[in-house]
């Protein structure tokens, strides 16, 4: 008896399944996408075309849309999708944050924080631009089909993070002078803070010491910052003011 009952289930699992499989309603008939910024949504229609009039319960579990939008398309962090019978698909599009803003080779470059470049042209619809970092100084070969390189990644990120650790919040801009290493400390970096003040750091080394130091000296002179025309920190341990 036992045996017939546990028959009968999986003969109506199968048939529920090949209900499923087969029904019209169930065949994807639309795929909408939602809040993409930096992907053409005419691209990302075109990607999930093939996908039109397949079964849209196989097509969500299986993932297959999904991987292959995020493979071509490395802005993509993650999608939201939720469907609606008859046969819709509702794909929210997550995509990378913008980190910060290249100048490179007299264009700008919107950067994620793990190098991925989100737009080549930097769209109005970006929100916070204003308080994201600029960089400049480094020539175009830094720039890859979808990333910036490792390297001068690396780079930055070292700078933006010990800025972030050791100075007050603020707008800052990064300038690595002429041709910049990528590949050594040694560099021409000028830190513009909030736009206007030059503050002149020479090489890396010691980025965390010099920093630090300046931020010592803005806690003790906060009466003197407004009439200062530009801070040395190229001398390791001294923070020397031009007035």
């Known amino acids: 008896m036992l045996r017939k009952i546990i028959l009968i289930i999986i003969l109506v699992l199968i048939a529920f399944i090949v209900y499923l499989a087969i029904h019209p309603n169930y065949k994807i008939n639309k795929i909408q996408f939602y809040e993409e910024n930096f992907v053409p949504i005419a691209s990302l229609e075109k990607v999930a075309e093939k996908y ?35 046969g819709i698909m509702h794909i929210t599009v997550n995509e990378k944050q913008p980190w910060a803003t290249f100048f490179v080779a007299g264009k700008t470059i919107l950067v994620a924080n793990d190098g991925t470049i989100l737009s080549r042209d930097v769209d109005a619809k970006i929100e916070n631009l204003n308080d994201m970092m600029v960089v400049r100084g480094f020539s175009g070969s830094v720039v890859g089909a979808k990333t910036i390189d490792e390297n001068c990644l690396k780079k930055v990120s070292k700078v933006v993070t010990t800025i972030e650790n050791s100075l007050q919040k603020g707008a800052y801009q990064l ?17 513009y803070m909030d736009d206007t003040l030059p503050i002149k750091v020479g090489d890396l080394n010691g980025l965390q010491k010099k920093l630090s130091d300046l931020q010592a000296f803005f806690n003790s002179k906060k009466e003197v910052i407004n009439k200062i025309s530009y801070i040395d920190l190229r001398a390791l341990g001294k923070v020397i003011i031009k007035k």
């Not at 009039?53 to 962090?77: A, G, R």
């Open 52 to 86: 039109n009039h397949k079964n849209m319960f196989w097509t969500y579990i299986s993932k297959n849309l999904s991987n292959e939008v995020l493979t071509q398309f490395p802005t993509i962090l993650s999608l939201g999708i939720k469907l609606q019978i008859p």
């Open 175 to 191: 300038d690595f002078g002429a041709n910049p290493s990528i590949n050594t400390q040694q560099n021409n970096l000028t830190i």
